[in-house]
């Protein structure tokens, strides 16, 4: 084989660019800290390394959807629990208005007050997010949900949609919640049924709000839960005994004979301030309700107390009802402070169901803030670990990159040196 004077200059100086090039190469590797500069360096490596950061990127992306959840749900939670702190002051006002020591006038201007807390109420529930959105009106999140008044009432322009925020790969959290479910399907009464008086009683009579003592039995297939409370007063006789029956409305029969209402006396005698339980006594027809409710003072001869089933109502209408039976005259009605007394009994039952209806949604909302910290928990843990994987796969070993570079510098001052040795060789230098 024939060694030409080109093939040993193009040979070394081959040999001390590939030395050169191995050498940058380290020198980069060491000044990146990362093992990997291209994929070519290691393929296998390269692969599992865009895989592992798109995976944290997405995982990165969960928790900052996470954080974002938790700003939306607690900004709702601060708005509901100022719902909660304004139905507890409207409630006292109610109060207040009952005591039969109040004045028309006064009354009024706790009316006025209430007015305030009506529109207040209307505020909070056209709250908007800090991105500008209603809070409360469904998926319609760009529609003022609520629009009224106390005398026209409120309606409600949204939907019942729950706008979602995906909070992981597997799992999408509600962080907004319906003002249809809020603040527009509250239950009446004590959540099963309702008691009512009306504006023809003469007596003292105030019902309360009434409750179920098994609801399996009061939701049983014969009790049609709508009744009438009968009252008869004999004064024929010291003291005056008060009788009352119990009608089925739908029947039209007494459900303490089993037959149509007969005439006074009643079956059972009033004592007031002690359940009337809708269950058979001694020798009347078997029928158990599981519901009881107490009348308190003493009705009138001819007087009725009704009860029927619950229905939704909004708060806006309990209010409305509320601050309209306040701001009536009672001065020219027979025995007006009890109606007051009865209509505002029954405003605070409803009023406790508003209550009861914030806070459970106010629980739903607290549920989901925790899993959303559990979420934030495990989040954090797996960005650890992407981190240590894509440390494991890239990441330079410097100590042994340190000697490789020093291992490289020596083999290119080697290739140099030889170089300039070879290269000196030429047959002129024997002439």
Do not use: C
């Amino acid at each position: 084989m024939r060694i030409s004077s080109a093939m040993i200059y193009d040979s070394g100086v081959a040999s001390i660019q590939s030395q050169t090039a191995a050498l940058l190469h380290t020198q980069q590797q060491i000044a990146s800290g990362k093992r990997i500069l291209a994929p070519s360096d290691d393929p296998v490596a390269a692969t599992r390394v865009l895989e592992v950061e798109q995976s944290k990127a997405s995982n990165t992306q969960y928790l900052e959807n996470q954080k974002s959840a938790s700003e939306s749900l607690g900004l709702e939670e601060n708005n509901l629990v100022s719902v909660g702190n304004l139905i507890q002051n409207i409630r006292t006002l109610a109060v207040q208005a009952g005591n039969a020591s109040i004045t028309d006038s006064g009354r009024k201007s706790i009316a006025a007050e209430m007015r305030s807390g009506f529109e207040a109420l209307l505020g909070l529930a056209n709250s908007a997010d800090g991105s500008g959105q209603f809070q409360f009106s469904g998926y319609m999140g760009s529609s003022k949900p609520f629009s009224g008044s106390v005398e026209a009432g409120v309606v409600y322009s949204g939907d019942d949609g729950q706008r979602m925020q995906q909070a992981s790969f597997s799992r999408q959290i509600p962080i907004s919640d319906s003002g249809n479910d809020i603040f527009m399907r509250v239950p009446t009464g004590n959540g099963q049924f309702i008691t009512a008086t009306t504006a023809a009683n003469t007596g003292t009579g105030v019902i309360d709000g009434g409750s179920v003592l098994d609801p399996v039995k009061w939701n049983s297939v014969g009790n049609n839960k709508n009744f009438t409370i009968n009252f008869s007063v004999n004064s024929t006789v010291v003291p005056s005994v008060t009788t009352y029956d119990v009608v089925d409305n739908v029947s039209g029969n007494s459900l303490l004979t089993g037959a149509a209402p007969a005439a006074a006396p009643y079956p059972r005698i009033f004592t007031p301030g002690q359940a009337i339980n809708l269950k058979s006594q001694g020798a009347e027809p078997a029928f158990d309700y599981g519901a009881q409710l107490v009348i308190n003072n003493q009705p009138a001869t001819g007087d009725t107390f009704l009860v029927q089933p619950s229905s939704n109502q909004s708060v806006f209408t309990t209010l409305s009802t509320l601050i309209t039976s306040i701001e009536t005259s009672y001065n020219g009605a027979t025995n007006g402070n009890t109606l007051l007394t009865n209509r505002i009994s029954s405003a605070l039952t409803n009023l406790d169901q508003v209550t009861d209806n914030v806070l459970r949604v106010r629980a739903t909302i607290g549920s989901r803030m925790n899993e959303l910290d559990a979420l934030a928990n495990a989040g954090t843990n797996l960005n650890l670990q992407y981190d240590q994987t894509l440390s494991r796969l890239q990441d330079i070993d410097y100590a042994a990159a340190i000697s490789q570079l020093t291992q490289q510098q020596s083999y290119l001052e080697a290739a140099q040196k030889s170089f300039l040795k070879a290269t000196g060789l030429s047959l002129f230098n024997y002439v």
